[in-house]
């Protein structure tokens, strides 16, 4: 699709509906071979968090599809003394064709893709994760053959996996509920956001109650409890999300073909129970792979 080309990703609301579904037959053709372009580019990943499934599938799509990848750890760059974003942005796109960043505060990503000519994909900030929700989306349509009518029911923390699932589900007409605790609720400009993209067509509910939102439900989702940068809040969050756990008694509650998701990693005992993650409901490590061939179609659509 031409109009992809040379884009910046910076939220899963970037892109249109005809847009992502595009993406997502594209992914779809390029995880059984039927479609492998060419796009020898470089690809630099400045990534200032951990990461093990977008780094390397990242890395693996770029090379698939014949191209190269420089890690831009912050650690061995200026970028980690102090460079200047904006510099270092004006710098980078004269060497690179595109760059995917993980860091924290989307107003940092934002200054990046303001300054940089190239496109800029994020690869996870605070605020959202389009990504991982792009191969969510592909899993979900994978199991059902269709979205068209399926409930995706997310369990936990409003966080930024919940923000782009908000956001994705609505975008594409999937109905979407959201249960957190009050006090970790999703921000509500992305709510609102979400429904204004829904145009009142799909659902769009955040509740506090798990056993409601999982009710007939075609999916169920979580995420840690407590995320990168978060660490010394876990001991005071276990309690608060302890009865939002994806367990048996959750599962039952769920559409009997509902499928179970999470964007790992996992805390086994904590956000989903270990029979439950290793059941046959789960789709975790295909929703995993997806994150490759979604990525794929990603970039060589930006990339041309
Ligand atoms: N789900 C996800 O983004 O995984 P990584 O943190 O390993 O990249």
């Given amino acids: 699709m031409d109009t992809l080309r040379g884009r910046d990703l910076l939220s899963i609301a970037d892109l249109s509906r005809a847009e992502a579904e595009y993406l ?31 780094r390397v599938s990242f890395t693996v799509a770029m090379y698939q599809l014949g191209g190269q990848v420089i890690d831009l750890n912050p650690q061995s760059t200026q970028v980690g003394r102090g460079e200047p974003l904006p510099d270092t942005a004006r710098v980078l796109d004269r060497y690179l064709d595109a760059v995917a960043i993980r860091t924290y505060g989307q107003v940092e990503l934002q200054l990046f893709a303001d300054y940089a000519r190239i496109p800029v994909i994020n690869a996870l900030t605070d605020r959202e994760h389009p990504c991982q929700i792009l191969a969510d989306l592909l899993t979900l349509r ?54 204004a993209l829904s145009g009142g067509k799909s659902e769009v509910t955040v509740l506090t109650d798990p056993q409601a939102a999982a009710k007939g439900a075609h999916a169920l989702y979580t995420d840690v409890w407590a995320s990168m940068g978060q660490e010394a809040e876990a001991g005071d969050r276990q309690p608060i999300f302890r009865p939002y756990q994806i367990n048996d008694q959750l ?10 998701l999470h964007c790992l990693p996992a805390h086994r005992g904590e956000e989903i129970t270990a029979g439950v993650l290793e059941g046959p409901q789960s789709r975790v490590w295909e929703q995993a792979e997806n994150r490759l061939h979604a990525q794929k179609a990603l970039l060589a659509s930006l990339l041309g």
């Fill in 142 to 195: 994978e199991s059902f053959g269709t979205l068209a009518g399926l409930t995706l029911c997310y369990i936990g923390d409003g966080n930024n996996v919940a923000h782009s699932l908000l956001l994705g589900c609505a975008l594409l007409g999937v109905n979407i509920r959201v249960a957190s605790p009050p006090q970790f609720a999703p921000l509500p400009d992305i709510v609102a956001q979400a429904q």
């Fill in 251 to 260: 599962l039952a509650l769920a559409d009997p073909r509902a499928i179970v």
């Fill in 24 to 54: 997502l037959d594209l992914a779809a053709q390029m995880k059984i071979g039927k479609v492998a372009p060419r796009c020898p580019k470089v690809l630099g990943l400045l990534f200032h968090k951990a990461s093990t499934r977008t």
